[in-house]
DNA sequence: GTAATTCGGTTGTTTTTACAACAGAAAGAG
DNA sequence: CTCTTTCTGTTGTAAAAACAACCGAATTAC
């Protein structure tokens, strides 16, 4: 687990923590590492959860399946990357989605109780982890809500502009890859793949953007 | 601003704490009272939020307006409930949508910077209120979530029944109102006002639901 | 009380999306 | 290398939603 300390002092769990510290928390937080093959559930919809987790190998997706197949995903996961900790409150309930593995990952899973009690052992960075948790979840608020503007768009075109748009603006660049085939981000945007592909197509006939793959550039 | 505070302590916010240190907390916390008439805007997207803020009085709406006049509700603020603290992070950036008083309403405002910092007066209550606001906006996230699942579905239908049986099970009853007339529940479902009025009253053909204005009933 | 405005429902038309089926390209397995 | 599977784009059709226009009822303003 030692392994993964340079890659959790770039979280914002550990903000402002330097590797030494991460280290003693480690174990004063119950740290448990699991591993997940590409396909394999990490949580599935209807758990209790009782662990904050991140991600330090791989890449997740949180998604829902309905009765009839429909797929949609809520979110992605990406290393250094939180998740489950909007269920760290008592009374937060079961889980609402499944989170599964689009690749083979690895998550260190940390006990939710440990982190919100303040120890009584030397390690004192409890409450500076509680902030940086509450920072966290803000910005995971912002990103959903900006998510939401994207799918309140009333037509698939508004939809793919105003995600890719952000996008761009995310990652500084008019040329980017987002991190989704065409049937993940029509699952993502809660569109019909072959539509949504047609969509991509005419705008770029329209001269809006060009593609390869997973990677796009605004025009 | 002494009369809000039995509303205070009804707060996820100030959750746990009694009157009297509520009402230290309200000087600690340098609280500002402002009102706003129907219509109102409490904020604008685009500007910089320092506050945390309560509504005490009224009711308001989290909205977005495109260019076209398309108007996308992303939530509603009733008494007792908190927003703004998305924002309270450093760094979070400018407010994405407005916030409008759709009732003539009261707020309270807090100074972020004050919450976050602890004092170095008496009032000890600052890592509670912390854990508090970290517990709230856990709430609102599985809410955005949950808000996510109801646009995500395809059909106009679908989204109706996916709002409305979360909203009777939120209020454990099958007969329930929503806070929403027909335009603004449409804004919410991000579907158009008529289509919508339509939808619903197939819906009853069918037999699924009765409603009479905001009432409706799950059959 | 009357006028004006808001609200909810209805209908017909146009536009958009979903759905289904297929084909070529690319990637992966053996 | 060859076979299989996955991925992406394409097309036509059916279904659904958006849009616009209108009406009566309820609410609000004066």
């Known amino acids: 687990m030692k392994k993964y300390i340079p890659i959790l002092k770039q979280t914002k769990l550990f903000d402002g923590l330097g ?4 280290s003693a928390m480690l174990g004063c937080l119950q740290a448990k590492q699991y591993s997940y093959k590409k396909g394999e559930y990490v949580f599935r919809q209807g758990e209790c959860l009782s662990n904050i987790t991140v991600l330090v190998e791989g890449n997740l997706h949180i998604q829902k399946d309905d009765y009839w197949g429909n797929r949609s995903i ?7 990357e939180m998740f489950g900790e909007a269920y760290a409150a ?4 079961t889980l609402l989605n499944d989170v599964v593995a689009v690749e083979d990952s690895t998550v260190l899973f940390f006990d939710v109780r440990r982190i919100l009690t303040v120890c009584s052992s030397a390690c004192k ?3 500076m ?5 509450f920072f966290a979840i803000s910005e995971k608020n912002r990103r959903l ?3 939401l503007g994207h799918m309140a768009k009333r037509s698939t075109r508004e939809k793919l502009i105003s995600y890719l748009s952000e996008e ?3 990652q500084n660049s008019g ?3 987002i991190p989704f085939n065409r049937q993940q981000l029509a699952d993502f945007l809660s569109v019909d793949r072959s539509a949504m592909s047609n969509e991509l197509c005419k705008m770029r006939d329209d001269g809006l953007l060009t593609f390869e793959k997973n990677r796009f550039t605004l025009l």
Not at 74 to 80: A, R, S, Y
Not at 90 to 93: E, I, T
Not at 129 to 133: A, F, I, M
């Open 145 to 147: 809500v900006q998510k």
């Open 129 to 133: 982890v509680v902030q940086n948790l």
């Open 19 to 22: 590797e030494e510290e991460i």
């Open 175 to 177: 040329t980017f890859t």
């Open 90 to 93: 008592p009374g937060s309930g």
């Open 125 to 127: 960075f409890h409450s």
């Open 74 to 80: 809520i979110n992605t996961v990406g290393v250094g």
């Open 168 to 170: 761009a603006k995310r």
